[in-house]
């Protein structure tokens, strides 16, 4: 019988050894041998026995169970009923994926037609949910999401890409607002309502601006059509595009929804 040091082991099943020592202790695949200077050696034959334990972590047991299933006998009905779990919900992770993926190159196309707007025009937008981190005046300019917003979304598994998220501001109730769009409504539930942000469907008044002219084309658009400060639910400022069109990273689309 041939013997493998716990390193050899450790590179053909592409398991570190410190997860090996781990799953040693917990006497869930402990070495086939110990020799006199602590050195481990596994077999062959462990491999697949370990290449079952890493079956059963992605099917979602952990590593108490699978002990139970290792000591004890094996009911094949109950991991294949796991295992079914496991594939319907990686079937839709897979069409979320798809779903997101499909968004976005609508979005891009959109905003690629945007680009050619010139001066005012009404456009229908559809319901959407940000999330929001209050600033101030001055920082208004800012590119980036703020610490509190970034590191909320990163808790919450939100941040899919920053570099084609829809990022932007919002004005309402004379504070301003830096926003990040929620892209898997079905986390809202979990989310602190005072930081989520509904996006009312329905027609907004808006026009293509450069960052530095937002505060002055939202004063013209109101001129426009006779509207004062009072008439405006919100606005939401949304960059146009991000990465990898650097030319157009200081373009926004002002967005005024009235009361």
């Excluded at 993926?101 to 707007?117: A, D, F, G, P």
């Excluded at 959407?128 to 979304?153: A, P």
């Excluded at 004063?219 to 595009?241: A, E, Y």
Aim: hydrophobic share 35%; aromatic share 14%.
């Amino acid at each position: 019988m041939k013997y493998y040091s716990i390193g050899q082991f450790s590179k053909i099943t592409n398991v570190p050894i410190t997860k090996l020592r781990y799953y040693d202790s917990l006497g869930l695949l402990k070495p086939i041998l110990v020799k006199e200077n602590n050195y481990r050696y596994y077999t062959y034959n462990q491999i697949q026995q370990l290449e079952w334990i890493k079956l059963l972590k992605e099917t979602g047991f952990n590593l108490a169970e699978i002990e139970h299933l290792e000591n004890k006998q094996i009911d094949y009905q109950f991991i294949l009923s796991r295992y079914d779990e496991f594939l319907v919900s990686k079937k839709q992770e897979i069409q979320d994926l798809e779903y997101n993926y499909h968004r976005i190159c609508k979005k891009l196309e959109l905003k690629q037609e945007l680009l050619k707007k010139k001066g005012y025009y009404w456009r229908e937008l559809i319901q959407g949910y940000f999330l929001i981190d209050k600033i101030k005046e001055q920082d208004y300019d800012v590119f980036n999401l703020t610490e509190k917003l970034y590191n909320y979304m990163k808790l919450k598994n939100l941040v899919e890409s920053l570099s084609i998220i829809q990022t932007g501001f919002i004005f309402m109730d004379n504070s301003q607002f830096i926003f990040a769009e929620i892209t898997n409504h079905q986390d809202l539930e979990s989310l602190d309502e005072k930081m989520v942000f509904n996006v009312q469907k329905g027609k907004y008044y808006c026009c293509i601006s450069k960052i530095q002219d937002i505060k002055k084309n939202i004063t013209k658009m109101l001129q426009s059509i006779n509207k004062k400060d009072t008439d405006v639910k919100h606005i939401i400022c949304d960059k146009l595009l991000n990465e990898p069109l650097k030319e157009h990273t200081d373009l926004f689309e002002i967005q005024i929804l009235f009361n």
